[in-house]
């Protein structure tokens, strides 16, 4: 499910009753002594360490930013811009994309379908991609997008032309993915054509706060440019990477929390349901897979909040699926992206521009297409139903990244991220 909505707290995108939270998935709920406490509840800034002192005094002279939904793009102009250019962009994005795609070994039965979570931007649009065009498997999917300020639609459109060209079936639904009745549909759709379904879950949507337990604070962070048609953050210029700072992140309350477990934390098992009933979760066969990160345990935003509540609930919820419906299940772990969602998550676009610098100057820098390839591992005979790990390099990169955030100063932008220009 794709959706952004224009708020700092709260973000939808895919780049996707929910079950009472309780105290569950909350990291660090009933241990250590945190920063927040310690200062009485204030707002402190976030470092790993003050070193020599040098951190410390990269700290002070940074500048606290509002952190602008799509890097502070004026609404009337992107409404403006798609209008005139969304078509066109996208078509020519996928384009450029199926060019690059190959048949990656992905073994999915002629009767059975992928049915996608998102599917209309970010990752989960270059997963839609490969099934279609280098698979040539059946996709439907379930997004969920304006129709007027979002290039999901736009990427629908032209993904579904092409499919048809090619004789390949792609069905998408702008929907909430987690209404009963559009799942209702959709699973009563596929019931018609197939004999068993595939699930991949790519919503994202939760609120970029933390627990109460742990304070508000501050965070390291980029202010970048974001494209006015594809709506992500656009690091092909020095120019868009315009400052370095720190970004306010606030308390989440327990509408927040339960917001965000209904569409992060449990939404697999709300389709996994109805498509057992219908017989569609072929047991050994169908896999049930979701879209993970897997966020360093010391992340201020991520592993602090909400965000990382409803990953852990997600993954309980995996663990029930295949104990009831013999399903496989799958997590599949993707490094930092340059979309939309995280563009939205405070601290996001420096943990991108920085790990991609990283990754680059290795030779290990991969892009969603890459990556789509990679995941095509959970459809090959060979694979033994562990969790799909395509952030390998990534995850190898960050005790660098974590030494370079911590001594980047203002100076440093946007020299720091060269090797991101075109």
Not at 355 to 374: P, Y
Request: glycine content about 10%; aromatic content about 8%; some cysteine.
């Amino acid at each position: 499910m794709t959706r952004t909505v224009f708020t700092s707290s709260f973000y939808h995108g895919s780049d996707g009753g929910g079950l009472p939270f309780g105290r569950l998935g909350r990291p660090g709920a009933s241990g250590a002594t945190t920063e927040a406490r310690r200062t009485g509840g204030s707002c402190p800034v976030v470092t790993r360490s003050a070193g020599d002192g040098k951190t410390r005094d990269v700290m002070d002279d940074l500048e606290t930013f509002k952190k602008l939904p799509l890097g502070g793009l004026d609404r009337r102009s992107l409404v403006g811009a798609l209008a005139e250019h969304g078509a066109r962009v996208a078509t020519e994005q996928l384009a450029a994309h199926r060019a690059r795609i190959r048949p990656a070994g992905a073994k999915i039965a002629p009767d059975a379908a992928v049915l996608i979570l998102g599917g209309s931007n970010g990752m989960t649009r270059a997963l839609a991609l490969q099934l279609l065009f280098g698979e040539r498997a059946a996709v439907f999917a379930v997004h969920f997008d304006s129709e007027k300020m979002q290039i999901g639609p736009h990427h629908v459109k032209a993904i579904s032309d092409a499919a048809e060209a090619e004789g390949l079936t792609a069905r998408f639904w702008n929907s909430d993915a987690t209404k009963p009745q559009v799942i209702d549909e959709v699973v009563a759709a596929l019931k018609e054509r197939y004999r068993a379904v595939h699930l991949v879950n790519g919503i994202a949507a939760g609120a970029m706060k933390r627990y109460a337990e742990h304070g508000p604070t501050k965070v390291k962070d980029l202010d970048v440019a974001f494209d006015p048609v594809l709506q992500v953050p656009d690091f092909s210029r020095p120019e868009n990477v315009r400052k370095l700072g720190l970004v306010e992140v606030d308390v989440a309350n327990e509408a927040d929390i339960e917001r965000t477990n209904k569409f992060m934390g449990t939404s697999s098992l709300l389709w996994a349901e109805p498509l057992a009933a219908a017989g569609l979760l072929a047991k050994g066969e169908s896999v049930v897979s979701f879209c993970d990160y897997d966020y360093p345990s010391d992340d201020p935003v991520y592993a602090m909040g909400p965000l990382a509540g409803a990953k852990q609930l997600q993954r309980k919820t995996m663990a029930e699926i295949q104990e009831r419906f013999g399903v496989r299940t799958a997590r599949i772990c993707y490094p930092a992206l340059a979309t939309t969602a995280l563009g939205a998550i405070p601290g996001g676009l420096l943990m991108y521009g920085l790990s991609t610098q990283i990754l680059k100057e290795r030779g290990q820098f991969k892009d969603v297409i890459d990556l789509a390839g990679e995941t095509m591992e959970i459809w090959r005979p060979g694979w033994d139903g562990s969790d799909l790990r395509v952030d390998a390099a990534y995850q190898a990169c960050l005790p660098e990244f974590n030494e370079r955030k911590e001594q980047l100063g203002p100076k440093d932008v946007p020299g720091a991220f060269r090797l991101l220009f075109a």
